[in-house]
């Protein structure tokens, strides 16, 4: 099963953050690496859309829709933001 | 409700006899979806080890060639994916759970299975003795390919299927129910799927 | 351009039918007619979702294939076990509604202010659909940015487009590669793109070059870093990878 990139979840980005994120950088919280979060790894095909840090694969974000709610863990992240 | 799309059926179909068989809320499904939350591991069958492990207490171990000195028996069952898909009269070839946990003297009430890779699922011990759960290492008679979780994972076909992990390496013998990978991020601690326990709370 | 594109919170809205094209025995191009439509940039895409009559309803994504000030349009390849794709290309017809939403997209866009660089394009398969968006995007802006697009195919019957891209003017050279099939007495290049096809047909790293990368995984992979290899500054590369299945895929599977 091929992985994605966070073009693939660009519209749940939207949805979560409230703004247009695969241009945002993220920062992983195990190894350091920074880059656009388009270039992450996107894993869709999950009871959860798990994001992974393209360097050395730990987990940075993961998504759940429970019953119509967003649940979002970032703690893979050592940051995320603009620029 | 969102608008209806003309001619949209998906790919479900519920075969004829299958009523009773389908949990609510799930279809019937005659390929098998292959779901990831990472890349598939590939451990070559000599590192292969399974483990039972405690705090403080007597582990065991099985390398790839002792666990296929166990006896083994196939297994045909129906397996529902918290995704909503159901798949039926699935056959597997399997060691016993119960086999492997009475070569460790414990009295754990729960377990957390653990995979390569990093994924964990939490389960009751009772939910996997009783001749209800397995060590998998074969499908449809062939042996199990990675991507559904090869060389061996965890059959627990009563509970939905995230809690059958896929490149099982061990379970790790608890007295408290801790969440694992999923039922961290908001997904049932139990998961029965004729109780709809998807989700922390249902 | 940014505001227009990027409403914040995105919504649902529902679309209708205006036309359908088939581009290849096995791809069709969905033109919709979508009241709230806001406009896009070249790259973007939108997500498309379907809902049966009991409820059970899926999501995909698609690139949009259109240039911006153009009516929406989509390119959906047909999979043969696909859930999505057989209905968008199959049974989907003229006046039914679609529910979408979008615009959506920053990183893989393009606009004709963009660069001094000369353009990059790499695309296999079904990846040509934000390509040629952007291609038309150039065109319509009149901007006369040098342009080579690499585009990878099974067979000369599978290149979708192709009349198109076969009219584009002096400024973009079209490069194909058929993987499977070539016609008789085809001169052009044949197997996958790899690096020394990458070397012959991009454009110098000293150049400075921008490189939009689309398709399945593997295919974006191997060009990517084969660009890299090449001496392309790797924020000068942008990526988007499809399911081996022709679309970035949705919530519950990519075809």
């Known amino acids: 099963m091929e992985a994605l990139d966070g073009n693939a979840i660009g519209g749940l980005l939207q949805e979560v953050f409230g703004t247009e994120m695969t241009n945002a950088t993220g920062m992983c919280g195990t190894c350091g690496a920074a880059g656009p979060v388009a270039e992450c790894v996107v894993y869709l095909r999950a009871p959860g859309t798990v994001v992974r840090c393209r360097n050395c694969g730990y987990v940075l974000m993961v998504f759940v829709k429970v019953r119509d709610m967003n649940c979002v863990d970032l703690r893979g992240l050592a940051t995320l933001g603009r620029g | 409700m969102s608008p209806i799309s003309r001619g949209f059926h998906g790919r479900r179909r519920t075969p004829a006899g299958a009523e009773g068989r389908v949990p609510p809320g799930q279809y019937v499904t005659s390929d098998f979806p292959v779901l990831s939350a990472g890349p598939t591991p590939h451990t070559p069958l000599e590192k292969w080890t399974f483990s039972i492990t405690q705090e403080g207490g007597p582990s065991k171990s099985w390398s790839w060639t002792e666990m296929r000195g166990l006896s083994a028996e196939t297994v045909t069952a129906d397996i529902h994916c918290v995704t909503r898909w159901s798949k039926l009269d699935t056959e597997w070839q399997a060691v016993s759970l119960d086999t492997l946990l009475a070569q460790v003297e414990h009295d754990a009430e729960y377990v957390m299975a653990f995979s390569d890779g990093g994924y964990t699922t939490n389960l009751p011990l009772a939910d996997v003795t009783g001749g209800q759960a397995w060590l998998a290492f074969g499908y449809d008679g062939k042996p199990l390919e990675p991507e559904h979780g090869g060389p061996a994972r965890l059959l627990v076909p009563h509970l939905y299927f995230w809690k059958s992990a896929k490149w099982v390496r061990g379970l790790e013998l608890r007295d408290d129910d801790e969440p694992g990978f999923w039922e961290t991020y908001g997904y049932h601690m139990y998961g029965d799927p004729w109780k709809e326990q998807r989700y922390a709370g249902d | ?255």
């Not at chain 3, 039918?17 to 791809?27: A, F, H, K, N, Y």
């Open chain 3, 1 to 255: 351009m940014e505001g227009t594109a990027v409403r914040g919170r995105l919504t649902w809205q529902v679309a209708t039918v205006s036309q359908l094209i088939d581009e290849t025995p096995s791809v069709r191009t969905i033109v919709l007619q979508v009241p709230d439509w806001a406009g896009h940039r070249a790259g973007q895409h939108l997500d498309v979702r379907l809902t049966a009559e009991d409820g059970y309803s899926a999501e995909r994504s698609y690139s949009i294939a259109s240039a911006p000030g153009e009516p929406v349009a989509i390119t959906v390849e047909r999979l043969e076990d696909g859930e999505v794709s057989p209905y968008l290309t199959g049974e989907l017809q003229v006046g039914d509604e679609l529910e979408l939403r979008g615009p959506i997209g920053g990183y893989f866009v393009w606009d004709a202010d963009h660069d001094r660089g000369p353009l990059m394009l790499l695309a296999g398969g079904s990846g040509i659909a934000p390509l040629r968006s952007i291609l038309r995007q150039r065109e319509h802006s009149g901007s006369m940015v040098p342009t080579r697009l690499v585009y990878s195919s099974r067979s000369l019957p599978d290149v979708i487009y192709r009349g198109e891209l076969d009219r584009c003017d002096g400024g973009v050279e079209v490069i194909y590669t058929l993987t499977r099939q070539q016609p008789p007495g085809w001169s052009g290049h044949a197997g996958r793109v790899d690096a020394a096809l990458l070397a012959e047909a991009t454009w110098p790293a000293s150049q400075d070059p921008i490189a939009f990368v689309c398709g399945p995984t593997s295919f974006v992979e191997t060009v990517a870093e084969g660009l890299v290899g090449l001496g392309y500054p790797a924020r000068r590369v942008k990526t988007e990878r499809f399911g081996a299945t022709g679309g970035p895929g949705g919530p519950d599977g990519g075809t």
